[in-house]
């Protein structure tokens, strides 16, 4: 797809340009009315060849003649949707992409430059504000905007879902392209970016708009070529990061009511081999896990005097509502079970981390003992891999594994045309073609920052699925896969390239990589100077830049939406009220009317040591007891 801006002074054309499988071109054009303070767009229903559009778009520079004529504005890849500030609407355009690699022939691309088009004319956005030039506040919103990097580690294809796993898309009926409606659909997906950028072209233009609008994954994509015994496999390593509750690290913690929770990513591994030559089907085994933060009310506030900032439980929730919402989400949308693997740390000469993880075993066996009828338990499994890396380095790789290939067994992998042996756990490699497997159920992995320690042990269960996915495909006589082969090093390498790349989207610098570091025999001391550099980098980064870094992603989803006569998101000193609807301080109750979150009241009474209270600007922080102020009811940690 090319798309051709053109511009009257009255009007914004947008020349669509595609070419069928047979090479025949198709033009289509979209038209924007410059003189509206609000969008309004409308698409010409009528597809048009070269000869057609050439002579359409003559006939509007003759017509406009006397006014300027037609335009030549830009050429662009695609749109990404309509931004609505302070002065009127403006286009935001991919105006140049580069290819990351296909999924099943169909390509998936980065984008490498973009432009912010204004759709207003200048003699409307001047009857309409007083003046052409766009004011201060203005310009400030859209230099937010522009911090969130559309070039970096965005991706788009147009004709596959890459919002979605190759699971389910292989579930979907067959067509021959992918279809408008299921484009319009794919919006409403959580690893969809430009939901919200979208929804104006989309409502105006109806399921048309899936020909205009592409939806944008964030995240990480890297596609290798492999080679083995003869055979070329592509194997692909995808990121999607949830915009639910999407941020930086220190201001995006724990979970929300609705059961997101921050730094949401889903992590796919694909492999492809081909084509099946008795069924013409594509030969492709993907496996997923999910990552985040842990799903429970709790925080900490960034100090730049303080390289670590407390963890601060903040909000009493006896039921563990939130985090009911959060797993029942991972059933629904992966299945049974749901697997967890904590790798928080469990001795601290100070306890922090221990204490956030006490509660969360706490909250899922709580969970567990009140399932819904037909639910099964969430599988619980805590993993001190800090301390297992200090005493027992040599075997983090074996004891981790060791863990995971119950879950692996229990969860299975997806292989669309079943061309292996026994499932995946023995047996010769077979010619023959059975039905397609699915994974039913997801293992869900954490650390404190979900980044680090948990780009490791995602890494040891990506190795284990790895050497089923090549068994099942009929490509390896075994299911094992050497640690130590090439194909290892490969899928290492990319582990470490995405856990680079998703860290310093939530965290601010690159990961913490001494586990892969030693995996290739890197020296110790260098491997603990560039730990160091990494250390100071994210703390600057969390301490300094995080803020304005979480307006412009605040900005871009719509989570915080411009309008005349309201504070300016730079005014709000946080962005906490923008996910409850409720401003901070109106979590507070003067006199005794309060009560905490179980007694329908918002104030939560704490305990630092002995009868100290502690209180932050939000919210009574917990750090060992609670005390329900109506009920006088205690919770120890």
Not at 122 to 136: E, L
Request: charged share 20%; aromatic share 8%.
């Amino acid at each position: 797809m090319h798309l051709t801006l053109y511009q009257t002074a009255q009007r914004l054309y947008a020349v669509r340009q595609t070419v069928g499988r047979e090479g025949q071109e198709e033009f289509r054009v979209l038209k924007l009315d410059r003189t509206s303070p609000t969008l309004d767009a409308c698409e010409d229903p009528t597809p048009y060849t070269k000869p057609q559009i050439q002579r359409l778009l003559a006939a509007i520079h003759a017509g406009n003649r006397h006014i300027g004529g037609l335009q030549l504005v830009c050429d662009a890849s695609a749109i990404v949707g309509v931004v609505q500030l302070l002065e009127g609407p403006y286009l935001l355009l991919v105006t140049r992409r580069r290819y990351l690699g296909a999924i099943c022939g169909h390509k998936v691309y980065g984008i490498d430059a973009t432009a912010l088009l204004p759709i207003l004319c200048p003699a409307t956005h001047r009857a309409a504000y007083g003046t052409q030039h766009a004011s201060t506040a203005e310009q400030r919103y859209r230099k937010l905007l522009a911090g969130v990097q559309l070039t970096k580690d965005f991706f788009f294809s147009y004709s596959w879902p890459v919002h979605q796993t190759a699971q389910r898309t292989f579930a979907q009926p067959p067509a021959e392209e992918w279809d408008e409606a299921a484009a319009a659909e794919a919006f409403e997906a959580k690893s969809v970016w430009n939901e919200f950028l979208s929804r104006p072209l989309r409502e105006a233009l109806g399921d048309s708009a899936a020909r205009w609008v592409v939806p944008l994954a964030h995240g990480f994509f890297q596609q290798r070529p492999l080679a083995l015994l003869g055979r070329t496999l592509h194997l692909t390593l995808v990121a999607r990061r949830s915009r639910q509750f999407a941020g930086t690290r220190y201001l995006k913690r724990g979970v929300t009511d609705a059961g997101y929770c921050a730094n949401d990513v889903e992590v796919e591994q694909m492999v492809e081999a081909g084509v099946d030559w008795k069924s013409g089907q594509p030969l492709v085994s993907s496996m997923v896990q999910v990552r985040g933060s842990i799903p429970l009310h709790w925080a900490q506030q960034p100090d730049s005097s303080i390289m670590k900032p407390e963890i601060l439980l903040h909000r009493f929730d006896p039921l563990y509502a939130a985090t009911r919402r959060h797993f029942d989400q991972l059933r629904e949308q992966y299945g049974e079970p749901v697997c967890v693997l904590d790798l928080v740390k469990r001795v601290e000469r100070r306890p922090r981390e221990s204490v956030l993880g006490r509660e969360y075993a706490t909250a899922i066996r709580f969970l567990n003992q009140r399932l819904a009828p037909g639910q099964q338990r969430v599988q619980y499994q805590a993993f001190d891999l800090s301390h297992r890396a200090r005493i027992a380095k040599t075997h983090l790789l074996s004891d981790l594994q060791r863990l995971q290939e119950p879950v692996l067994a229990a969860t299975g992998i997806f292989v669309s045309v079943n061309a292996g042996g026994g499932g995946g756990r023995g047996g010769g490699g077979s010619s023959a073609v059975g039905p397609a497997r699915e994974q039913r159920g997801v293992l869900r992995t954490n650390c404190i920052d979900s980044l680090d320690r948990t780009n490791v042990g995602q890494f040891t269960h990506g190795m284990l699925a790895l050497g089923q996915q090549l068994h099942a495909l009929g490509i390896s006589e075994t299911a094992w896969l050497d640690p130590n082969s090439s194909l290892a090093r490969h899928l290492m390498d990319a582990y470490e390239a995405m856990g680079h790349t998703l860290a310093l989207q939530y965290g601010g610098s690159e990961a913490h990589s001494t586990f892969f570091q030693r995996q290739r025999g890197d020296w110790e001391a260098a491997t603990q100077s560039r730990d160091l550099l990494t250390t100071v980098r994210r703390f600057y980064s969390n301490a300094y830049t995080d803020a304005e870094k979480q307006d412009g992603v605040n900005l871009f989803l719509g989570v915080f939406q411009p309008a005349p006569g309201k504070p300016h998101l730079w005014e709000l000193g946080g962005d906490s009220y923008l996910h409850t609807g409720e401003r901070r301080a109106s979590r507070w109750r003067s006199g005794g009317g309060g009560g905490c979150d179980g007694c329908d009241g918002g104030k939560v009474h704490a305990w630092v040591g002995g009868d100290k209270f502690r209180t932050s600007s939000e919210i009574l922080v917990p750090r060992a007891r609670l005390l329900c102020c109506s009920r006088a009811r205690r919770q120890s940690w």
